[in-house]
């Protein structure tokens, strides 16, 4: 399993964590991560196409959103909070305190 790369801190941009969180399916999934510690990729998939979910945790890791580690034959996800808190206080909690419509 190769290891999957991600944004440094100082590389984050506000336009590309927006861009991310735009999409319903990775605001859902960034929500899900942030009530437990951690979640493979088929906890979070809610019955979507593998390719599809694929291409969304892309975007939520090259945002700094998401960390993807392997773990043996799946992949666990966290949410980045404090990196994010970090580069944009309060952004995170800002985000999450809206309710899912």
Same mark, same amino acid.
């Given at each position: ?11 984050? &941009?506000l336009e590309?964590?927006?861009? &991310?969180?735009s999409d ?6 960034v929500r ?60 995170? &909690? ?8």
């Amino acid at each position: 399993m190769r290891p999957y790369k991600h944004p440094t801190v100082d590389q984050f &941009a506000l336009e590309r964590v927006f861009q &991310a969180l735009s999409d319903p399916t990775r605001l859902e999934i960034v929500r899900h991560l942030a009530r437990v510690t951690e979640a493979t990729c088929g906890e979070l998939d809610g019955g979507r196409p593998k390719s599809s979910m694929s291409h969304h945790f892309r975007i939520l890791r090259d945002a700094g959103l998401v960390h993807t580690r392997g773990a043996g034959t799946v992949h666990q996800n966290t949410l980045r909070r404090d990196e994010l808190n970090a580069r944009f206080p309060g952004l995170l &909690a800002a985000i999450l305190a809206q309710s899912a419509d």
